[in-house]
């Protein structure tokens, strides 16, 4: 059972629904990560973009490298996500 409360894919409307429809586009799946804000899309954009400055913004770290550097913290942190 969840500790936070999420709207899932198929009871999104609105907003939350295009948000859904774009991170599906992107991802192939909704990630749960992103569904931890789906009471408030505001917040949920913000944090989508957030993601997206940190991984995609112009670097000298590549995309792979940052995705590795994300596996060691979480690994680090012995996070199970």
Known sequence: MSY?????????????RAVYEGLQQEFGFVPNIFKTSSLNTDILQ?????????????????????EMIALVVSQTNRCRY
């Open 4 to 16: 936070i409360q999420t709207i899932g894919e198929s009871e999104a409307q609105g907003p939350l």
């Open 46 to 66: 913000a944090q989508i973009g957030l993601f997206s400055t940190l991984m995609a913004s112009p670097s000298n770290v590549t995309r792979a490298q940052r």
